[in-house]
C-alpha cells in the first residue's frame, strides 16, 4: 500500500480558502485491470473555523486519456460539522477498466464544502492526485507470446497465448482472450504444417497430407489455408489423379444385341473307303465300253 501525505493546493481560488484542510491518502498504487480501487481520504480540519459539508470527488475536467481506463463508483460526502484540528475518513472507489492497457493513472481528487460559524463561505482543496499503475498481465503475456511466435518457437508461443487468454478471461476482456484462442490455434497449425513437411521431405506422403489437412482445418487465415493445399496438391501423384469424366447423357442409348457368332462348320473328308469304290466303279465302265467296240468291230467285218 502506498500511503501519501499531501499539502493542499489551491486551484484557482483566493487566499482566504487557503490552507483549510490537510488531505492524506492511502491506495494500493498496483492494480489490475477489472479491479475495484478503494482511495481511502483522511481530511483534517487545519482552518480557523468550522467546516461543513464536505465532499471528496474526482475531478473529471482535468482527466485526460485516464478517463477511459476506469469508472466512479462512489465519492464520499459528511453531513457533519468537523471541529477546528478535527478530522473526518471516507473513500473513493473507482473500477478499472477491463481491457485497460499497461498504463500509469493520475487521479486528481478536490475536496469542497463550506466553512464559517454560518456554513455560508464556500471552499476547495486540490487537486490530490492518487497516483495508480495498471499492470495488465494478459498484455505482457500476449507480447511475449508475440515475440516466440514470429521467431517461429510456435509451441513456446502458444503456452503462453495460453497463458494471457486466462488472464483476460479473469479480467473479464472476452475480445482480448478471442485473440489469443485465435493466435493460439495459429500455433498448432503451424506446427502441424511443419510436420507435414517433415513427412514430405521423407517421402512419407501418406501422413504429410494427413498433417497438411490438419492444418488446413485449424487456419482461419485464408493465406495460410492457401499454402496447405499447395502442399496437398503436391502429395498426390500425377499417376493416381483421376482422369476428368464426361457425364453420363440424361437419355438412355439404344440397346443393341451383340453380335451372334456363326456356326463353325467342318470342311467334309473323302474317307478312303468311298474313294476306292469310286476306282473300281470307273475300271469297270471302262472294260465295258471297251467289250462293246471290239464287239462292234468283229461284226462289221463279217
Same mark, same amino acid.
Given at each position: 500500500?502506498?500511503?501519501?501525505?499531501?499539502?493542499?493546493?489551491?486551484?484557482?481560488?483566493?487566499?482566504?480558502?487557503?490552507?483549510?484542510?490537510?488531505?492524506?491518502? *492511502?491506495?494500493?498504487?498496483?492494480?489490475?485491470?477489472?479491479?475495484?480501487?478503494? =482511495?481511502?481520504?483522511? =481530511?483534517?480540519?487545519?482552518?480557523?473555523?468550522?467546516?461543513?459539508?464536505? @465532499?471528496?470527488?474526482?475531478?473529471?475536467?482535468?482527466?485526460?486519456?485516464?478517463?477511459?481506463?476506469?469508472?466512479?463508483?462512489?465519492?464520499?460526502?459528511?453531513?457533519?460539522?468537523?471541529?477546528?484540528?478535527?478530522? =473526518?475518513?471516507?473513500?473513493?472507489?473507482?473500477?478499472?477498466?477491463?481491457?485497460?492497457?499497461?498504463?500509469?493513472?493520475?487521479?486528481?481528487?478536490?475536496?469542497?464544502?463550506?466553512?464559517?460559524?454560518?456554513?455560508?463561505?464556500?471552499?476547495?482543496?486540490?487537486?490530490?492526485?492518487? &497516483?495508480?499503475?495498471? @499492470?495488465?498481465?494478459?498484455?505482457?503475456?500476449?507480447?511475449?507470446?508475440?515475440?516466440?511466435?514470429?521467431?517461429?518457437?510456435?509451441?513456446?508461443?502458444?503456452?503462453?497465448?495460453?497463458?494471457?487468454?486466462?488472464?483476460?478471461? *479473469?479480467?473479464?476482456? &472476452? @475480445?482480448?482472450?478471442?485473440?489469443?484462442?485465435?493466435?493460439?490455434?495459429?500455433?498448432?497449425?503451424?506446427?502441424?504444417?511443419?510436420?507435414?513437411?517433415?513427412?514430405? *521431405?521423407?517421402?512419407?506422403? &501418406? *501422413?504429410?497430407?494427413?498433417?497438411?489437412?490438419?492444418?488446413?482445418?485449424?487456419?482461419?487465415?485464408?493465406?495460410?489455408?492457401?499454402?496447405?493445399?499447395?502442399?496437398?496438391?503436391?502429395?498426390?501423384?500425377?499417376?493416381?489423379?483421376?482422369?476428368?469424366?464426361?457425364?453420363?447423357?440424361?437419355?438412355?442409348?439404344?440397346?443393341?444385341?451383340?453380335?451372334?457368332?456363326?456356326?463353325?462348320?467342318?470342311?467334309?473328308?473323302?474317307?478312303?473307303?468311298?474313294?476306292?469304290? @469310286?476306282?473300281?466303279?470307273?475300271?469297270?465302265?471302262?472294260?465295258?465300253?471297251?467289250?462293246?467296240?471290239?464287239?462292234?468291230?468283229?461284226?462289221?467285218?463279217?
Amino acid at each position: 500500500m502506498k500511503k501519501l501525505a499531501l499539502l493542499p493546493i489551491l486551484l484557482i481560488l483566493s487566499t482566504v480558502y487557503a490552507d483549510n484542510a490537510d488531505v492524506s491518502l *492511502n491506495y494500493k498504487d498496483i492494480v489490475e485491470p477489472n479491479e475495484t480501487v478503494e =482511495i481511502e481520504i483522511k =481530511i483534517k480540519n487545519t482552518s480557523t473555523t468550522y467546516l461543513w459539508k464536505c @465532499k471528496a470527488s474526482v475531478d473529471l475536467k482535468l482527466l485526460g486519456d485516464e478517463i477511459q481506463y476506469f469508472t466512479i463508483i462512489s465519492e464520499p460526502s459528511w453531513d457533519e460539522k468537523i471541529q477546528i484540528g478535527s478530522s =473526518i475518513n471516507g473513500k473513493i472507489e473507482i473500477k478499472i477498466s477491463s481491457d485497460a492497457d499497461n498504463v500509469k493513472l493520475r487521479i486528481p481528487i478536490i475536496i469542497s464544502g463550506t466553512k464559517g460559524k454560518c456554513a455560508c463561505t464556500p471552499f476547495m482543496e486540490g487537486p490530490f492526485y492518487a &497516483e495508480i499503475t495498471v @499492470k495488465n498481465k494478459g498484455i505482457e503475456a500476449f507480447n511475449y507470446a508475440e515475440s516466440l511466435y514470429n521467431e517461429g518457437k510456435y509451441e513456446e508461443a502458444m503456452e503462453k497465448y495460453d497463458e494471457a487468454k486466462k488472464y483476460f478471461l *479473469n479480467y473479464f476482456d &472476452e @475480445k482480448n482472450a478471442r485473440i489469443c484462442l485465435i493466435k493460439a490455434k495459429n500455433c498448432e497449425g503451424h506446427l502441424k504444417l511443419n510436420s507435414g513437411i517433415s513427412y514430405f *521431405n521423407a517421402g512419407d506422403l &501418406e *501422413n504429410a497430407k494427413k498433417e497438411f489437412e490438419d492444418a488446413k482445418s485449424i487456419f482461419e487465415d485464408e493465406e495460410m489455408i492457401k499454402i496447405c493445399e499447395e502442399w496437398i496438391e503436391k502429395c498426390i501423384p500425377p499417376s493416381t489423379t483421376p482422369p476428368a469424366t464426361t457425364p453420363l447423357p440424361t437419355t438412355l442409348a439404344p440397346t443393341t444385341s451383340p453380335p451372334t457368332t456363326p456356326p463353325v462348320t467342318t470342311p467334309l473328308t473323302t474317307s478312303p473307303q468311298g474313294s476306292n469304290s @469310286k476306282t473300281i466303279f470307273l475300271i469297270l465302265l471302262f472294260v465295258a465300253i471297251a467289250s462293246v467296240i471290239i464287239f462292234t468291230i468283229k461284226i462289221t467285218k463279217k
